[in-house]
């Protein structure tokens, strides 16, 4: 059995977490989040804990037992807390900014990148720091990872946009013998 998925999910106050059907709802102060169970798994609401069971005993459900009870977790810490992402520009001109739902990144191209953040979403912008966040945490780090995906840092003079603490392994250049 999966040890993962056999630990309960505590309910914190606040948040509110309904089943219909095979779906789970999970509502809190940052928003409202829902999770379809696969098909052998079960989950229950029993006070202020979720729990998920697993009826069979084989390889396939005990990954899916596991995968439930971490996304109903994180859709409790999404709904509570919420996810972020930050990421810095480097090089020289880099510039981003936020107008309504899309932020606009001059990185280094002939034309300005403009790209609109998804329903959930929330980028901001700080000095040359760009903050991604919302409540579900696979959509935060898609955005950020498509934000990053349009210039990733060179390993020769490290411009792009990367991660914060990211580290970018510098090489040599050229050099005249």
């Known amino acids: 059995m999966s040890r993962i998925g056999k630990m309960p999910v505590p309910i914190p106050g606040g948040v509110t977490v309904s089943l219909a059907g095979p779906e789970v709802k999970v509502k809190g102060p940052k928003g409202e989040l829902s999770y379809a169970v696969p098909a052998p798994i079960t989950a229950r609401v029993e006070g202020a804990v979720v729990t998920v069971e697993n009826p069979g005993d084989n390889p396939e459900t005990m990954n899916l037992h596991g995968l439930a009870r971490s996304q109903?977790?994180?859709?409790?810490?999404g709904v509570t807390t919420g996810y972020s992402r930050e990421l810095e520009l480097q090089g020289v001109g880099?510039?981003?900014a936020v107008q309504g739902g899309k932020i606009t990144?001059?990185?280094g191209y002939s034309h300005p990148i403009v790209f609109e953040a998804p329903a959930g979403i929330l980028i901001a912008v700080k000095d040359n720091k760009i903050m991604v966040s919302?409540?579900?945490k696979q959509r935060v780090g898609e955005v950020a990872a498509r934000l990053r995906a349009f210039y990733k840092p060179e390993p020769y003079k490290g411009k792009g946009i990367r991660y914060v603490n990211e580290y970018?392994?510098?090489k040599a250049g050229k050099t005249v013998a």
């Open 72 to 77: 109903i977790a994180n859709m409790v810490i």
């Open 94 to 96: 880099f510039k981003a």
């Open 105 to 107: 990144l001059t990185i």
């Open 134 to 136: 919302g409540a579900h």
């Open 168 to 170: 970018v392994r510098r």
